[in-house]
């Protein structure tokens, strides 16, 4: 009889805890990434006076690699990738990505 009562203690217990989200440290990473690429970004948009050579090659570059990470931390959170233009996933992406809490 004990042995039943535990158990079912057990799985109400299992039940009623909330489900656990993505790792923190794994978070952390996506986050930091989408930082740095970021900020990559910014800087190669402000160097367009200077006349770096490959300029638009390295942003397009940076852009890519910025869109990848997004997708990865949409995925991380179940949050489902728009299938659309670049420009316009990147744009629905970060907007959800705020609208849960993330911040980069």
Do not use: K
């Amino acid at each position: 009889m004990t042995a039943h009562l535990s158990e079912f203690a057990r799985s109400v217990w299992r039940r009623a805890r909330p489900p656990a989200g993505p790792d923190p440290f794994q978070t952390l990473t996506v986050q930091s990434r989408l930082s740095r690429l970021a900020g990559e970004i910014n800087r190669l948009e402000e160097e367009s006076r200077s006349g770096r050579w490959a300029r638009a090659h390295h942003l397009t570059a940076a852009q890519a690699a910025y869109d990848d990470v997004l997708v990865e931390a949409c995925r991380l959170l179940d949050v489902p990738v728009p299938d659309a233009t670049p420009a316009v996933r990147r744009v629905l992406a970060e907007s959800e990505l705020r609208s849960r809490g993330w911040s980069w």
